[in-house]
């Protein structure tokens, strides 16, 4: 698109952090397949002198799982880069000695191998997808409603997200059940928490104002970055949808159509 | 009492005022043939999700109440005219046993949601797909919202939860259709040709039943049976017209004091 002038906000990147699902690849039967363009663009950025690091709020499968599927479709991507919730909700437990009753995916459960499960004191949500089963849903309700002080962590809260046979409910939906049911709060652990981007910043040891995040997800990964002092740029795939760019309360930095086109303009912006 | 015309409609909660459970309220079958020699007309009005008004009826003539079907509104009967109105082709997440009261209605590549208490239907297949239509344009309609209800083996969720994860995931509102809408309250009175100044509700929830009609400008009389608490009459405000200990105590306070001064 001609509508480049958000590169003028990217004076002194010196990093980018980039969503995976609907920005990489679009999920779906199979793993699913990368968005075309977004594994020659990973590799130009790595190549360039910007840092860059993954953030998702994938919670249907564990981190190395995770990374060896994208790794399979072809994007070279080390664990270490990568930032997702699971871990970082296992370290919130240890550190205030709570014991989850999970409703997660299957397959994310070895993420939480080392925290004890036993007389849960709290519920950790995560995209369960299948497990969203009433009786799964009703199983965590019933632990958190039996708690003098329910204690509820939810990764991410998005509302939905697209895989190839069409758009899906997110955590998010789930979590605001049983919010509604429990009349809580839940206490967010992946995108959009300022917790969560603050941790990725830390670990680039750059300021917000010279980092640039890429994503799918107004509200989450734009909105999310904004409030961290970061821009946000939004991308034309996986989840966006036309109205993103009317939204009365979150206005990205830029739209542009995909990954490819936004490095473009960045690497061209930084005369690299 | 001045502002207030002559008394037309008495609406009547079911479940907690006439009945708990399979056992009538002492002298309420009596009281209701009392209220039916007044020339006043009747209508009996509940929020349920599963329950069709057949099988509500049966119910209350086995315990030989003289109802008789045109006479009970039901939140399934709202929605259902909601449906009419609108010309809409719902896809049901209702109970099976709910379905009788949708007989009729096209439901062919449904262009609306309906939500009742379904937790067979609670699945995150019929979920997405109730999504994905709200989302194209299609109106989220909630029998109730309930958080959460008790059953023999503890807490369940109700519809309440579903139907605000719905809201959150497509960024609107559901239409609620049962107690304490206002719209529920004047549905009821619509073929009666009685406006809300003109009737008065009796149930033992003083949130949903006397809450509701009393914000829909009628008068409410909240009985001490069923699900009530005590103190729940200053759990409202306004607070109730008349708190009394049962069904039969209203009909009499009807008899006397709201039908004499004409």
């Known amino acids: 698109m001609a509508d480049d002038k958000w590169t003028d906000c990217v004076n002194n990147l010196k990093g980018v952090i980039l969503d995976m699902c609907g920005v990489l690849y679009d999920s779906g039967e199979g793993g699913g397949f990368p968005i075309e363009g977004s594994v020659e663009a990973v590799k130009r950025l790595k ?11 994938e919670t249907q499968a564990t981190r190395e799982k995770f990374v060896a599927k994208l790794r399979r479709m072809g994007f070279e991507i080390d664990i270490t880069e990568v930032f997702s919730p699971a871990p970082a909700v296992v370290a919130v437990l240890k550190e205030r000695g709570l014991r989850p009753h999970l409703l997660v995916h299957d397959d994310v459960v070895p993420e939480f191998d080392s925290v004890d499960k036993n007389n849960p004191n709290c519920v950790v949500i995560g995209d369960a997808a299948d497990y969203f089963s009433y009786q799964n849903m009703n199983a965590a309700f019933r ?7 329910p204690v509820l962590f939810s990764m991410g809260r998005g509302r939905y997200y697209k895989e190839t046979d069409g758009l899906k409910l997110d955590v998010g939906v789930y979590m605001k059940a049983l919010e509604y049911a429990c009349d809580l709060e839940a206490e967010v652990v992946g995108k959009p928490a300022p917790m969560f981007f603050e941790g990725v910043l830390t670990d680039m040891g750059i300021q917000p104002h010279e980092v640039i995040m890429i994503g799918d997800d107004l509200m989450n990964d734009v909105g999310g970055a904004q409030q961290c002092g970061m821009k946000g740029l939004q991308v034309r795939t996986g989840k966006y949808r036309p109205s993103d760019e009317r939204h009365p309360t979150v206005t990205a930095d830029g739209y542009v159509d995909n990954l490819a086109g936004a490095v473009d303009a960045i690497l061209k912006h930084c005369g690299q | 009492m001045t502002s207030r015309r002559a008394l037309k409609t008495v609406l009547i909660d079911l479940s907690g005022t006439l009945h708990i459970e399979d056992t009538a309220v002492p002298g309420a079958q009596e009281a209701l043939a009392r209220l039916r020699h ?8 509940t929020n349920t999700t599963k329950e069709c008004k057949r099988t509500l009826l049966e119910r209350l003539r086995r315990l030989r109440f003289n109802i008789e079907e045109h006479e009970i509104f039901t939140s399934l009967t709202a929605a259902r005219n909601l449906l009419e109105q609108k010309m809409v082709r719902p896809l049901l997440l209702v109970e099976d046993s709910a379905l009788e009261d949708f007989m009729g209605i096209e439901t ?4 609306a949601v309906v939500i009742g208490l379904a937790p067979d239907h609670f699945n995150y297949q019929m979920l997405n797909k109730a999504f994905r239509l709200i989302l194209e344009g299609a109106p ?13 083996d503890g807490l369940a969720l109700g519809p309440g939860p579903f139907v605000n994860g719905l809201e959150y995931a497509t960024d609107t509102q559901a239409i609620v259709v049962g107690k304490p809408e206002k719209t529920f309250f004047l549905e009821a009175l619509r073929d009666l040709n009685c406006s809300p100044e003109e009737a008065v509700m009796i149930g033992d929830d003083a949130r949903d039943d006397v809450g509701g009609a009393q914000n829909t400008g009628m008068l409410g009389i909240l009985v001490k049976t ?14 109730p017209h008349l708190t009394c200990d049962s069904f039969p105590e209203a009909v009499n306070y009807i008899l006397q004091h709201l039908l004499e001064a004409k």
């Open chain 2, 226 to 239: 069923g699900k009530y608490r005590a103190g729940d009459e200053g759990k409202i405000n306004p607070s």
């Open chain 1, 47 to 57: 190549a360039s002198d910007l840092q860059v690091r993954f953030c998702t709020n």
């Open chain 2, 140 to 152: 989220l309609i909630a029998i109730h919202k309930a958080r959460y209800y008790k059953r023999k």
């Open chain 1, 143 to 149: 632990v958190l409603i039996g708690l003098k002080k």
């Open chain 2, 38 to 45: 007044a020339p006043v007309s009747v209508k009996f009005v």
């Open chain 2, 108 to 111: 062919n590549n449904p262009n």
